[in-house]
């Protein structure tokens, strides 16, 4: 596919394409309460890196869409917190005016019916060189493996090392990283965390959410937990760390 790859900064006027990928994620991906802090000021204050693949012959939607944000990060070990800590390190950073010397991925997003086609590793590339054209040496991903919602039960880390015959990993997201360049870090346990109450639970997936204990929701890399007396669920999503020298 012969594709046009621009960042917000680019070409703001294409920043509205960015709202137009309906059905991407799970219902329940839309709810972590941190995400506020980055999409509601994503084009405005990040701009340079948000990026965007246009298809020339269908130049009035975005067939791919990827974000990634810089922020300060001198810690040798890369957060449990994952997704959630980049996100509120990011929002500390650049209110207190601090220098950054990292990207962290946020997002790479390809709509539903261009998928299968290798877009995601185009963006993932796209991603870094253009952490590299602005200036970084480092991009830290913590990847949401595609294929662990198939087995929800097995922990993450033993999940992340899984490999084939050739050394490569099993999961087809890790394996686009670590063909790219990218270094399986470490696992971020609670990268990303969704409370809700199971009415919202019921509304977000479907399920009836009426028994404590784990629910197994379709998308989820692991079971939400329901808490039926205290009527709330909460969703604690791994990720694994993957690290790009540039």
Not at 15 to 34: H, I, R, S, V, Y
Not at 67 to 85: C, M, Q
Not at 172 to 200: C, F, K, N, Y
Request: with cysteine.
């Amino acid at each position: 596919m012969d594709l046009q790859i621009v960042t917000v900064a680019q070409r703001p006027d294409l920043a509205p394409l960015l709202d137009d990928f309906d059905g991407a994620w799970p219902e329940f991906m839309q709810w972590d309460p941190m995400a506020s802090l980055y999409y509601a000021v994503a084009n405005e204050l990040y701009p340079e890196y948000v990026l965007l693949a246009i298809d020339p012959t269908e130049p009035g939607r975005a067939v791919a869409r990827a974000y990634s944000v810089p922020l300060a990060w001198t810690e040798e070990r890369l957060p449990p917190g994952g997704w959630d800590r980049m996100v509120q390190r990011a929002t500390i950073n650049r209110l207190a005016g601090t220098p950054t010397n990292i990207v962290s991925a946020l997002e790479i997003c390809v709509r539903p019916e261009a998928r299968g086609r290798g877009l995601s590793a185009r963006m993932l590339d796209a991603m870094r060189e253009n952490a590299r054209r602005l200036g970084h040496d480092t991009l830290v991903a913590p990847v949401r493996p595609s294929g662990k919602h198939a087995v929800p039960d097995e922990p993450m880390d033993r999940y992340a090392v899984r490999v084939r015959d050739d050394g490569l990993p099993e999961d087809p997201w890790l394996r686009t990283h670590v063909r790219a360049g990218g270094v399986i870090d470490s696992v971020a346990p609670r990268s990303m965390t969704i409370p809700g109450t199971l009415q919202e639970w019921r509304r977000w997936t479907g399920l009836p959410f009426d028994r404590t204990g784990p629910v197994r929701v379709p998308g989820a890399l692991v079971p939400v937990w329901c808490d039926v007396e205290h009527n709330h669920g909460v969703y604690v999503e791994p990720n694994v760390w993957v690290r790009h020298q540039l």
